[in-house]
């Protein structure tokens, strides 16, 4: 997430709050919420000072160039800075659950913690108090946002009863929706608009069990994918394209087209250079352009299958043109740069771009910048 | 034993003509084997190369020394899924409501000609019978009337379809009407009626004029000509996806196979369907002149589908129904519901007919046998309840001579997910259910048939792939 400088007094303590200014702060004021009202001069400040004496205690005043109304703030671990934990402009928004997991990806951009972690539920559920419009979309993640078991279904359902028109992608490595316990504290009598993204590496248990670095984690993933079919739940198969599962891909979305064809669609990611995938950069970083053949072919026998796919975080010049339909602009916006290279580009405008930390990481292969569009 | 030791689950296999061993496993899967491989398999997977091991796993060839709920309960989906229509109750309806028809074929299983009496449904039978189709559970509900030439009693055909859509205001089924007809009767007026009620129009058509001309014939020899000009009506009004076409393969048809499927590039259809032709009803009396053996049959049919193929590959869309449902029983996880090869059998489960007689049959075949005197396949009376008559005894004869695994010959034949005895085939064929299943021409047929195209795939290239996907796809028109 971001991390913005801005300047706020002493009153402004951890809890979560609504960025907004003097002008729409008396429609927006609620008791239940948080204030972080955007100043610029002295004379503002001293006039948000008089609200908080006249019994106004949850609002604080905050500087700064870059946040906008909107945005929902705390302080970060320093008195200088705050973390944006959303932004209503952004075109992703995502609520981290957990950083727990009961698998351990060779690529996981995310490494998981075993420390008891409960406050990021309490967080996320204060974050969809504050949000200022209903957003589009929202992605629940984790960690395994399944470890919550039951609250995870009240977060849901919490973000469905304030927020009708939002619909909720929750990614989930689907092994705790093979408990039926389980699936029944989550997904008995479930009205909210949820689909389900869940990560499949392999056709065969060692495969994929290699891929997460554990024992049984296919099949137990295997059953929370029919589990989720038998409550019509929608799914999104998640592929991300690293060395071991690239050499058997065509295989793996035959067995998708064979055995799971009733998915809403499958989504090839490339691997996202951070975290584990880091530490594991042998098996992690590919030149994709190498297996761009291989690539085509397993959207050729999906589409043999009539199951839909789409390409992630793969910049357009990578991919054969064939592919282009399917790529999409899936990098989270704050996360999300081009090159030097692509400001000459002619598709720069719908590429997925790059991860910012590609510098630190890889590229998903050599940038070669499309100079003009052939017809 | 390490965690991820292969083991062999159980499979069939068969010996295909170009020396490889094709297995088919118990999710419908396939692979191909060398006499070596195979025995690794079978005795030391372990020595498999890892990819293989991996491939011959998603395939449900190899499993695990362990329990694997996940594995297990994918299987058993995938296997409910090949057999899902049965379950759903019948969904193919058939009404004949008259035998009277203005043609004389030779080959015609039942026909009478115009003006002889007692061949017509009495109105009562009629309604009742439109009634009986919603005891049905299925949601989707195909109505088909058959006959005879159902269009020289269109008044009966008009009080069916009008009496079933009033019903079905209430009812809301997904209802799809099908007249199956020469098209030599049809008019503006019955169009309309047919548009306005969004009725599909099914039609025969042998081949070019001169063939279809002498396999139907009547008294102005131009049986041809009125039906291309009903197909034309119809199309003008219904638009042209309301209109197919069957074809009968007559003696006559085996020296024209090409010429056969030009004809149906010509008239702009997109499906063939090249059916062997059924020695049934009064077509057994002339069955000396009529049959042909199922090696002629599958020169022609080798023959015509490669002209189906060529004009494919010309970019003219073109089907053929036959390598659609074997491909779809081959290639897809869902399957079309072709009745003649469920298991249990379609007949009387996925499909009934409603015959002029009073009568309700399992299938087209058996209300045919009874027009030569077989009135044995009987189900009981339009009327009945659908309860009575699944469990009738006559249900539960064609019910336990059709399940596969109880089947000597089916249980070990790697075909036996796609595939099932076809009992009313063979009642026709022997007078009794009770024959082996290999000495039934159904049998043999479809072996070849699955064994043929096994080859094919084996064979083939990313496009032919592709085209094979793509008339897998459930066919619709199949059913």
Request: one cysteine or more; aromatic letters at 8%.
């Amino acid at each position: 997430m971001r991390r913005v400088r801005a300047r706020f007094g002493h009153g402004f303590d951890r809890r979560v709050r609504r960025v907004t200014n003097l002008t729409t702060l008396a429609s927006e004021w609620a008791p239940d919420l948080n204030f972080a009202v955007l100043v610029k001069l002295e004379r503002e400040r001293t006039e948000v000072s008089h609200l908080q004496t006249s019994r106004l205690e949850n609002v604080q005043w905050i500087e700064s160039d870059v946040l906008q109304v909107g945005d929902i703030v705390v302080p970060a671990n320093n008195s200088s800075e705050v973390l944006v934990l959303h932004r209503d402009s952004d075109r992703h928004h995502a609520l981290q659950l957990t950083n727990r997991c009961n698998s351990l990806c060779l690529m996981c951009s995310q490494p998981p913690t075993r420390q008891n972690d409960s406050w990021m539920v309490d967080e996320a559920l204060d974050i969809v108090r504050h949000f200022r419009t209903s957003p589009r979309c929202i992605g629940l993640t984790g960690g395994e946002p399944f470890l919550l078991r039951k609250t995870l279904r009240s977060v849901i359902d919490f973000i469905a009863t304030r927020h009708p028109d939002t619909h909720i992608e929750v990614l989930t490595n689907g092994r705790l929706l093979a408990d039926t316990h389980v699936v029944q504290q989550v997904l008995q009598g479930l009205q909210a608009n949820v689909s389900w993204l869940v990560p499949l590496y392999g056709h065969a248990d060692f495969l994929h069990d290699y891929v997460v670095q554990t024992h049984g984690a296919f099949d137990e993933t295997i059953a929370g994918l029919l589990n989720l079919q038998l409550h019509c739940q929608p799914i999104q198969l998640r592929i991300v394209l690293i060395e071991p599962v690239l050499r058997s891909l065509p295989d793996l979305c035959a067995f998708i087209g064979r055995n799971l064809p009733f998915v809403r669609e499958v989504a090839l990611m490339a691997c996202e250079p951070t975290g584990f995938a880091i530490a594991n950069r042998e098996t992690c970083q590919v030149d994709l352009r190498q297996y761009a053949k291989i690539i085509a072919q397993s959207a050729r026998i999906l589409n043999r299958y009539a199951v839909p796919y789409v390409l992630m975080n793969t910049p357009l010049c990578v991919l054969p043109r064939s592919l282009w339909p399917a790529a999409s602009q899936s990098i989270s916006d704050w996360k999300n740069v081009y090159s030097d290279a692509c400001t000459q580009c002619t598709v720069k405008a719908r590429c997925s771009g790059l991860f910012a930390w590609h510098e630190a990481g890889w590229v998903p292969a050599e940038l070669r910048p499309v100079l003009e569009i052939e017809t | 034993m390490s965690y991820y030791t292969p083991v062999a689950l159980p499979f069939n296999t068969r010996r295909l003509s170009d020396g490889s061993i094709l297995g088919v496993s118990k999710s419908g899967d396939h692979a191909f084997f060398s006499d070596e491989e195979l025995a690794w398999v079978h005795c030391s997977p372990t020595r498999l190369p890892l990819e293989r091991q991996a491939e011959l796993s998603s395939r449900f060839f190899l499993g695990r020394d362990r329990q694997a709920p996940g594995s297990q309960r994918l299987l058993l989906s995938r296997r409910a899924a090949k057999r899902q229509t049965i379950e759903d109750g019948p969904s193919l309806h058939a009404i004949v409501p008259t035998l009277q028809c203005a043609h004389s074929c030779r080959y015609c299983q039942v026909s009478r000609t115009l003006g002889g009496h007692g061949h017509t449904m009495s109105i009562r039978n009629l309604d009742m019978a439109c009634d009986a189709i919603f005891q049905s559970p299925s949601r989707a509900l195909t109505v088909e009337f058959q006959g005879g030439d159902p269009l020289i009693r269109f008044d009966l055909v008009q009080r069916a379809i009008e009496r079933i859509s009033a019903r079905n205001a209430s009812e809301n089924r997904h209802i799809r009407f099908v007249v199956a007809s020469t098209l030599h009767q049809l008019d503006d007026e019955m169009c309309r009626f047919f548009k306005e009620h969004t009725v599909f129009l099914s039609t025969s058509i042998d081949g070019p004029a001169v063939l279809h001309n002498k396999n139907r014939p009547i008294p102005t020899r131009d049986a041809y000509e009125r039906t291309v000009e009903g197909i034309a009506l119809a199309r003008k009004i219904l638009g042209h996806e309301a209109v197919s076409a069957l074809m009968t393969t007559t003696r006559e048809s085996l020296n024209h196979p090409e010429e056969i499927v030009d004809e149906y590039v010509r008239l702009g259809f997109r499906d063939i369907f090249l059916r062997p032709l059924s020695i049934y009803g009064f077509a057994k009396r002339n069955e000396r002149h009529l049959r042909y053996t199922l090696e002629q049959f599958q020169e022609f049919y080798l023959r015509a589908l490669s002209r189906v193929m060529y004009w494919s590959q010309q970019g003219v869309e073109l089907r053929e129904i036959y390598a659609c449902i074997i491909l779809n029983k081959i290639m897809s996880s869902f399957d079309g519901g072709y009745v003649d090869l469920q298991s249990p059998t379609g007949a009387g489960l996925s499909a009934l007919v409603y015959n002029y007689d009073g009568y309700v049959y399992p299938s087209d075949e058996a209300r045919m046998l009874a027009e030569v005197g077989d009135t044995s396949l009987r189900l009981g009376c339009i009327g009945e309840q659908l309860v009575t008559l699944t469990n009738s005894q006559v249900q539960q004869d064609l019910i336990r001579a059709s399940l596969v695994d109880h089947t000597p010959g089916c249980d070990k034949c790697p075909y036996n997910l796609f595939c099932a005895p076809n009992p009313i085939d063979t009642q026709a064929q022997f007078g009794t259910f009770s024959v082996p299943v290999d000495k039934t021409e159904h049998c043999r047929r479809h072996l070849w048939l699955f064994d043929h195209f096994f080859s094919w795939i084996r064979a083939a290239d990313d496009d032919l792939l592709d085209l094979f996907h793509g008339w897998a796809s459930i066919p619709e028109s199949a059913k």
